[in-house]
Every structure is written in structure tokens, then in C-alpha cells.
């Protein structure tokens, strides 16, 4: 079922680019022909949340865990889009838990 609505999105041209436009939040780029995503800037300071949440833990947050996060995403994406060019269903099919964990879904 997931594969049949990715080879009719894609063969309607439609692609991943009207759900990915959902999930962004930071600035996002186009790279061999699909969008990929960045890490947005906070709209506060690290140290914003003391005493409740110190800077340190919010910086590390942020920089490492999140952008974790954004890279795996990316990253699956791009996987993704070499699998559906290839017609390798069965990566289709693995790929999918992978964006949507890391895609926050």
C-alpha cells in the first residue's frame, strides 16, 4: 500500500516535497532533485530556561541531539530517493521507520 501511493505520488509528480514542506521548521535546500533540512536557530537564548533547564543542557540539546535528528533524516530521504529511482521496493519499505522517526512523525 505505502509503495503504491510513492510510485503514484511520484508519477504524478508530486513527490515528497508537499509533506516535507509540513515537517520544515529551518531553512531547507534542494539537493539532487529533493529537499533536504536544516537545524533552525532557537528563538531564544540557550540559558533562556534557567533555573528550570540550565544552557548547557539546552545547547547539547539543540547542537548534538537535534541535529542528530536533521542529519538521519536527511540522510534517509536521500536513501530514499536512490530507491525509488532504483525500483527497490523492499528499501522503500525499510526506510520508512527510519523517516519517521527522525522526521518526528
Do not use: C, W
Not at 533547564?53 to 536527511?74: A, C, D, W
Amino acid at each position: 500500500m505505502a509503495l503504491r501511493s510513492l510510485v503514484a505520488r511520484k508519477s504524478l509528480g508530486l513527490g515528497f516535497q508537499s509533506k516535507a514542506k509540513i515537517l520544515a521548521v529551518g531553512s531547507t535546500a534542494y539537493s539532487r532533485g529533493f529537499q533536504t533540512f536544516s537545524l533552525p536557530d532557537l528563538p531564544y537564548d540557550y540559558g533562556a530556561l534557567e533555573p528550570a533547564i540550565s544552557g548547557e543542557i539546552m545547547q547539547l540539546h539543540h547542537q548534538k541531539h537535534h541535529q542528530t535528528y536533521v542529519t538521519n533524516y536527511n540522510k534517509a530521504l536521500e536513501q530514499l530517493h536512490d530507491a525509488i529511482a532504483k525500483g527497490d521496493a523492499a528499501a522503500v519499505v525499510k526506510l520508512q521507520s527510519a523517516i519517521k522517526f527522525n522526521g518526528g512523525g
